[in-house]
């Protein structure tokens, strides 16, 4: 390996605005590592700025470890050096771990000096080649610092664990989310907040399709965030329906603990609309998604009532009007989410319906079995109907009959023999 003698005295700009570092860039790759770690150190000794030497950094990197890149072309050219190199594959793994932990090393200690991607990448080998833990937990603490500037691409490292049974690393991506929630206020803001509930949204979408990811890692991710990190729940919800296809065997209990992460007053109606057919989901779950609409509507139509009932002497400033197609579309979401409310209920009502009717039944029936009797419905309701047919003729005609009328009623009322009593 050709090496270049430092010289004693180097001239560095202070702060060059247009400091091109492409000009000796090649030339400081052609240093071993001893070398490279003392031209850093005399470069941060005169005061360039934390982001040039992070680009140093990260081009050496690059250019000795082609998988710190991130272009394809460039790890399959790693690969092919490292199957057609001499050395052994335990010597080129002692190398890599060296070279990472070097690297590791001589990072800048200020913050977005390193791209988070090239922080990612820089993890990835340090796992798979099983760096100190010191190390990985500096990266650690790095990527939790710009976490919403990381991709789903570079997140997605696999286990390199024999104890784990996925193929993503899920355990140390909820690490990366707690020590970002963990952050002060100053450090992280509202929109690195929603970035990063993106992300773990479009990260759990992928790792739901492993079948070895548990319930626990899942929920445990996917509640890692606080509720108002997320200003739709449309991604979660994704995610827990890709999750339920891939694990059809989750009991009705688990079922009901993945639903309680989505909050369905944060769902589209689009998404909305697909979880009321959503076979997977719970009962319960699907009910409080259509009331969840339902209120919007409500609060919609009082609003639009308010809104054209009070009228301001000011006119107030144009606003946006729904086209004619969405006015149809919403009125028919919204004509299908209150049929299905309505057939839930009807559903409802004739299974309570249905519940009383072989209740009473099973009570009526052992009842009359105690007393040894068999009644027969059908004749007792028949002799009730003809007393009280009798009774209310009775109490009807009392009034205005007289002596005499009573008297041949009663006579007629006897009834005759059908065949005369024999003399003999």
Known sequence: MKKLALPESVNFPEKSP????????????????????????????????????????????SKWLPELSGDETDIQKGLTGVEESPESVTASWMKKRFFVETLVGILPPERDSIP???LLRILRTANMVGVEPSYRAELEKRISWQLDQASLKEIMIPSFSHTCGTLLDVELVIRLVKRFIGLDDSSR?????????????????????????????FVALGAALPSHARAMDDGLYRAIDTYLKAHPDVSKHERKSLCRLIDSRKLSPEASLHAAQNERLPVRAVIQVLFSEQNKLNRQIDWSGSFS???????????????????????????????DVLRLQSQLMAMQVQMEKVLDKKRGFFRWKKLGIMPSFKS????????????????????????????TRLVRGKAQPKWRKSMS
């Open 18 to 61: 247009q400091f091109t570092s492409e000009c000796w860039f090649d030339d400081a790759c052609i240093l071993d590592m001893d070398y490279f770690v003392k031209t850093i150190s005399g470069i941060k000794a005169k005061g360039v700025r934390p982001d040039l030497i992070g680009s140093i950094i990260a081009h050496y990197a």
């Open 116 to 118: 988070c991607n090239f």
């Open 189 to 217: 803001g509202g929109a690195a907040m929603v970035k990063v509930a993106k992300l773990v949204d479009c990260y759990l979408a992928e790792a739901a399709l492993d079948a070895n990811l548990s319930l626990e890692e």
């Open 309 to 339: 009932g009070a009228r301001s002497p000011k006119p107030d400033p144009p606003t946006r009007c729904l086209s004619k197609r969405e006015m149809n579309a919403q009125q028919t979401e919204i004509r299908k989410l209150r049929d």
């Open 380 to 407: 007792s309701i028949s002799v009730f109907e003809r007393i009280e047919e009798e009774d209310g003729e009775g109490e009807a005609a009392f009034g205005r009959q007289t002596p005499m009328e009573m008297k």
